[in-house]
């Protein structure tokens, strides 16, 4: 007994006097200069102090989706893991990153333009950088550069009447507006102020506010709330005397900027090489990697570089979850013609130049049907864009190529198992030139881990334009302090979601009526002008839709449609969002028949059970709309819908078919903002409206389940 606790003794002393974590065992006393540890062994980091997280866990469910809500990591990593480096705590102090090294002195380098000196009723700022300098803002504007060059977002923009739009809210890592060396000849017609003290080697920007209704959407969702406005940190923004424009000083906990790292620098350098060029040839390029690593980034920061030699360039969308140009749930190919300065996709909603809906953020439901619709959208990429003779004239003086169209595709961040069959399928179908693959750790769901933490500096890269077999390039992941940590995916999809419904879409030219296969038969980029959330989506005019006149068939795909009776149809489309479909009229034959057969049972709407939905080979989704409410009258048996959608009315001609899937409106849409910080539905509180829960629920069940797919049987073990 004595012996026992001399021992416990000794150890307590021995625990009290060593310095190293007691998660390991005591090292003897060491000399004052030991030597430098080997690459082997890393230094503990103290984050990994406390109890650690296995990497893999068998009785634990793998989120090996990039469109489920997995958890988020703790930022804990396994100590004895050596081929990643460590991830640091969010709970750590967040060093203070300058962003604008531009100082505004009136009269020098900083200049208000009376509102009528450009434009009509819009106040505007003259900012002049030097070299070395950079100024970021916060805020909807526009930039016109006068003179020189500036860089932003890896886009070197010279001197020109061209208004860029840029879209800088705090939810998302700010673009730095950096002084550059002047690459190209430019010119801009606006006369630069007497009172500006301009140089040879400076730049000269003008910063107009963009009014376009976005910041209204923080009232709809109450999770970006006043993204478009200064931080509370007072001291970390200044102003520069233009209404809903703040500059920003150094970083913030929610301030982060946008950080291009040297891998991707490197890779799309090699895009402008136009050494040898060949008109004929236009590169096809595909982006590939694990969830939260980039590839959305990536894919749009390499749609810009294209567009410094191409007039325009297609994007191919495969990621059902984090769509870029069109809300979740479609698989998508859009024209892009302007560069893309908006970070957020909330900021640009686009009409697709075609697209296919699938109705679910995961293909996991409908893995063929999701092939199917990548391999259409490439056959059209193909056979119209590709060499394409339907652009018009370009710009005078614009002498970037015009009958070629590149093609940029986007693939999903759900990398193992299923995921990662959809992905190979997707390369084998697409045949890219060029494969841009975003390495990351196993844990992000990538399966070739890195083995080394810095990726080589200068990589052999290889021109598009002498490309004759694919090419394999390598990238870094995005910095993880580049992404913000307050707004999740979910948060992100939801919001894309609102922005859609509430976008205003340009009309469309009326040769694009005149297609019933593609959107706008033009090629033309059809990106949202403006939001209007001055009204909820409860309280907006609806279309009133004679069901029996304007649609022909009406299918439901998704786990548990097969069970829906023609009878509960109208319980099911209440308050749903579905897609507009457009399909062939001779593939299309037996839809009449159809109806009369599900007449007979009852049903007062053309849908027939189990049915599989429309093959993408001969139809084409043109957007997504609200079903807000169906009336089945009884005499005559005449069924109307009331519709919401931003859709021109010029589409909605063809779209007599409608596709209901998993895609749900987000609860902030069922709210009405007018209603108070509470909100609620036509006066009534949120707490008692019916059939809509607010948080969480209580008792046994009541959370949402995960199924789990990491079990094997006992034949694959």
């Known amino acids: 007994m004595l012996s026992a606790v001399a021992r416990r003794k000794a150890a307590k002393a021995a625990a009290e006097s060593s310095s190293v974590p007691s998660s390991k065992p005591p090292s003897p006393p060491s000399p004052p200069s030991p030597p430098s540890p080997p690459a082997s062994s890393p230094t503990p980091n103290p984050v990994s102090v406390t109890k650690s997280k296995r990497a893999w866990s068998p009785s634990a469910p793998l989120a090996d989706s990039s469109d489920e809500d997995a958890p988020e990591s703790s930022g804990v990593v396994d100590p004895t893991s050596s081929a990643i480096s460590p991830i640091p705590s969010t709970s750590r102090k967040l060093e203070r990153t300058t962003l604008s090294t531009f100082h505004p002195v009136l009269g020098q380098n900083f200049c208000v333009v009376p509102e009528s000196a450009y434009t009509a009723n819009e106040k505007a700022i003259i900012l002049v950088l030097h070299p070395n300098e950079s100024v970021a803002l916060v805020g909807a504007y526009t930039l016109c550069v006068l003179h020189g060059s500036v860089s932003l977002l890896g886009v070197t923009l010279s001197p020109s009447d061209t208004n860029h739009h840029i879209f800088a809210p705090r939810s998302s890592p700010l673009p730095i507006l950096s002084w550059a060396v002047a690459h190209q000849p430019g010119s801009c017609t606006y006369a630069i102020p007497s009172t500006i003290r301009l140089q040879q080697n400076s730049t000269a920007i003008l910063i107009r506010y963009l009014d376009t209704g976005i910041e209204g959407l923080g009232r709809i969702c109450r999770v970006f709330e006043n993204v478009f406005k200064p931080p509370g940190d007072s001291n970390a923004f200044k102003n520069i005397q233009l209404p809903g424009i703040t500059l920003i000083t150094h970083s913030t906990k929610d301030i982060h900027p946008f950080t291009l790292p040297h891998s991707w620098e490197t890779a799309l350098a090699s895009i ?276 029996i006149r304007a649609f022909d068939d009406i299918f439901l795909t998704g786990p548990g449609c097969e069970d829906v009776v023609p009878s509960e149809l109208s319980r099911v489309l209440n308050g749903a969002i579905v897609g507009l479909i457009s399909c062939d009229p001779h593939a299309t034959s037996t839809v009449s028949s159809q109806f009369t057969s599900t007449s007979s049972n009852g049903s007062q709407l053309p849908y027939t059970p189990s049915q599989t939905p429309p093959d993408p080979a001969f139809s084409a989704c043109h957007g997504l709309a609200l079903i807000r409410g169906i009336t089945l009258p009884l005499n005559p048996p005449s069924p109307y819908m009331h519709i919401l959608t931003p859709l021109p009315t010029r589409l909605l001609l063809h779209t007599r078919t409608l596709v209901k899937g998993e895609l749900e409106l987000p609860i902030w849409g069922m709210l009405d903002f007018r209603e108070g910080e509470e909100g609620g539905v036509a006066g009534v509180e949120r707490g008692h409206v019916p059939y809509l829960q607010w948080g969480k629920g209580g008792g046994v069940g009541s959370e949402k389940r995960r199924a789990r797919r990491n079990l094997m049987r006992k034949g694959q073990a």
């Open 272 to 547: 402008d090489d136009t050494q040898d060029l060949d008109i004929g040839t236009a590169p096809v390029c595909l982006v590939r990697g694990p969830k939260k690593s980039g590839k959305s980034t990536f894919a749009r920061t390499l749609v810009n570089r294209l567009l410094d030699r191409y007039h325009r360039a297609a994007f191919l969308e495969c990621d059902l979850g984090q769509s870029e140009f069109t809300p979740g749930g479609m698989v998508a190919l859009n024209v892009v013609e302007s560069y893309i300065f908006g970070q957020p996709p909330f900021t640009h909603p686009s009409l697709p130049y075609r697209a296919h809906y699938i109705g679910s953020t995961t293909p996991r439901s409908s893995p063929s049907h999701y092939l199917s619709a990548v391999q259409s959208l490439l056959e059209t990429y193909k056979l119209e864009l590709q060499f394409s003779t339907l652009i018009d004239g370009p710009p005078l003086g614009d002498e970037r190529i015009q009958d070629s169209i590149p093609l940029v595709v986007n693939t999903m961040g759900w990398t193992k198992g299923l995921g990662a069959d959809l992905n190979m399928r997707i390369e084998e179908i697409v045949e890219p030139s060029h494969v841009f693959e975003i390495d990351g750790p196993e844990e992000w769901g990538w399966p070739a881990p890195l083995h080394s933490q810095h990726i080589p500096q200068q990589p052999t890269f290889v021109s598009f334009t002498q490309t004759k077999v694919r090419t394999l390039i390598k990238l870094e992941p995005i910095p993880s302090e580049s992404t913000n940590t307050y707004h999740s995916a979910v948060d992100h999809r939801n919001l894309n979601i609102l922005s859609y419904f509430h976008a205003i879409f340009p009309e469309l030219p009326p040769s694009s009526s005149s297609s019933s296969s593609s959107s706008p038969s033009l090629l033309k980029q059809m990106t949202a002008t403006s939001w209007d959330a001055s009204l909820p989506l409860c309280a907006r005019y609806p279309y009133e839709v004679d069901c």
